[in-house]
């Protein structure tokens, strides 16, 4: 176990955790920028260029403010990816503030080897059930999605999968995900 993170006071820090297309960590061979921006306005705000490595980086000393000059903006560039950022990021010098990034090849495509339509109904069975709803029968369903997966490089349905796989990681207060409720895809172009 690593040492415990002292946080010096009137400053924040900020841990980056960057994953790939596929969701596994960034190899540590591959490095990049974080461009960390205060919220202060443009005309005045401050811009930390910091350089990491690999999958994980503790960004120490950023000034905490204690107003809403504390919602930083961060980027993350490195060659042959897609910048990904996130913002309003909250620092505070009582704990470490946590940016989860993916960052995508810059000519990366989409990838559905771990997504067709029969591995569907074991892997995401209840995903299964809202895009067989309305079709004729089982073909028809499996016609529709392999469309989808097709049509301008797969994209929509990449959306699709990215959306259902968010909505199923929301509880809402009733304890039940947004996938819980009656879905319909509309499958028109």
């Not at 790939?20 to 202060?40: F, I």
């Not at 401050?46 to 994980?56: C, E, N």
């Not at 946590?98 to 569907?120: D, I, R, T």
Request: hydrophobic share 40%; glycine share 8%.
């Amino acid at each position: 176990m690593g040492s415990p993170i002292t946080l010096a006071p009137n400053t924040g820090s900020v841990l980056i955790y960057l994953v790939d297309g596929t969701r596994r960590p960034l190899p540590q061979s591959v490095q990049w920028t974080a461009t960390l921006m205060d919220g202060q306005a443009p005309s005045v705000r401050k811009t930390y260029a910091f350089p990491g490595a690999g999958s994980a980086e503790l960004f120490k000393g950023l000034p905490f403010f204690d107003n809403f000059f504390d919602s930083y903006t961060v980027i993350v560039s490195a060659d042959g990816y897609v910048d990904a950022g996130w913002m309003p990021v909250k620092i505070s010098p009582k704990r470490v503030e946590q940016v989860n990034l993916m960052l995508l090849p810059a000519k990366g495509h989409c990838n559905f080897a771990s997504a067709q339509w029969n591995q569907l109904q074991s892997l995401r069975p209840q995903l299964f059930q809202i895009l067989s709803i309305g079709a004729k029968d089982d073909n028809d369903a499996l016609t529709r999605y392999e469309n989808v997966m097709e049509d301008n490089g797969g994209l929509a349905l990449a959306a699709l999968l990215n959306i259902a796989t968010a909505m199923s990681q929301i509880t809402l207060p009733s304890g039940k995900t947004p996938l819980d409720y009656y879905w319909e895809v509309i499958w028109d172009s």
